[in-house]
């Protein structure tokens, strides 16, 4: 008998512990959007908020002039997801081993690629480590990664687009003032094979699928 009333004791209180757990989860959730909120105030961030528990950060950069970052809220986890760059047009596994060398010097974030082969920087951190000093410090970080990155990343997954590139500008005596951090691929003379017909308004940036990136663009 007291095995019993043991027994019905457990399966009457196990929805009062259901519904506990609902509310416990929607008060860290909330206190975490109040954290993101409060960060991006303070930081005076331009920021879209598409939906509940979502926000979209604008970071201005140096080398890529603008990173959109998502938050998301879920259950557990806020979801740190930034794109940096289009899949490389060359050298595919030397941009992957350069990323993977990279990731060895982060903390918090790392590159990933999608099935498409377009580079992000990801990353996971629990609902109850989520306050304003935090969210602060990833936006940093990610800021960091994808600016002090994405010369390299183009260069070499894009090499053959920029020498291109200086080549149209300089056959033409267009400024070249954006191709500064690619003068290493600047060639000694302008290619004969460049033809006026090529454009550099066809060069479109390194975040926009099959297209060459313009330097001048993809920042």
């Given at each position: 008998?007291?095995?019993?009333?043991?027994?019905?004791?457990v399966?009457?209180?196990?929805?009062?512990?259901?519904?506990?757990?609902?509310?416990?989860?929607?008060?860290?959730?909330?206190?975490?959007?109040?954290?993101?909120?409060a960060?991006?105030?303070?930081?005076?961030?331009?920021?879209?908020?598409?939906?509940?528990?979502?926000?979209?950060?604008?970071?201005?950069?140096?080398?890529?002039?603008?990173?959109?970052?998502?938050?998301?809220?879920?259950?557990?986890?806020?979801?740190?997801n930034a794109?940096?760059v289009?899949?490389?047009?060359?050298?595919?596994?030397?941009?992957?081993?350069?990323?993977?060398?990279?990731?060895?010097?982060?903390?918090?974030?790392?590159?990933?690629?999608?099935?498409?082969?377009?580079?992000?920087?990801?990353?996971?951190?629990?609902?109850?480590?989520?306050?304003?000093?935090?969210?602060?410090?990833?936006?940093?970080?990610?800021?960091?990664?994808a600016?002090?990155?994405?010369?390299?990343?183009?260069?070499l997954?894009?090499?053959?687009?920029?020498?291109?590139?200086?080549?149209?500008?300089?056959?033409?005596?267009?400024?070249?003032a954006?191709?500064?951090?690619?003068?290493?691929?600047?060639?000694?003379?302008?290619?004969?094979?460049?033809g006026?017909?090529?454009?550099?308004?066809?060069?479109?940036?390194?975040?926009?699928?099959?297209?060459?990136?313009?330097p001048?663009?993809t920042?």
């Amino acid at each position: 008998m007291n095995d019993s009333a043991s027994e019905q004791s457990v399966v009457n209180t196990a929805p009062m512990n259901t519904a506990s757990a609902g509310t416990e989860s929607d008060g860290v959730r909330g206190r975490a959007g109040a954290a993101i909120e409060a960060a991006l105030a303070g930081a005076e961030a331009s920021f879209e908020h598409p939906g509940d528990g979502h926000y979209v950060v604008a970071l201005p950069g140096t080398h890529k002039l603008n990173t959109a970052c998502s938050l998301l809220v879920g259950d557990h986890t806020l979801s740190v997801n930034a794109f940096v760059v289009r899949h490389a047009d060359e050298n595919q596994e030397a941009v992957y081993r350069w990323l993977r060398e990279r990731n060895a010097r982060l903390a918090g974030i790392a590159f990933a690629l999608d099935r498409l082969g377009d580079v992000y920087l990801v990353g996971r951190i629990p609902l109850a480590a989520v306050t304003e000093s935090a969210v602060d410090q990833v936006l940093g970080a990610v800021l960091d990664a994808a600016d002090s990155s994405f010369d390299a990343l183009l260069e070499l997954g894009f090499a053959g687009s920029i020498r291109r590139e200086w080549e149209w500008r300089l056959k033409r005596g267009e400024s070249t003032a954006n191709l500064a951090a690619f003068e290493r691929l600047r060639p000694d003379v302008p290619s004969a094979a460049s033809g006026d017909t090529d454009s550099g308004t066809d060069y479109s940036a390194a975040d926009s699928d099959g297209a060459d990136p313009d330097p001048d663009a993809t920042r």
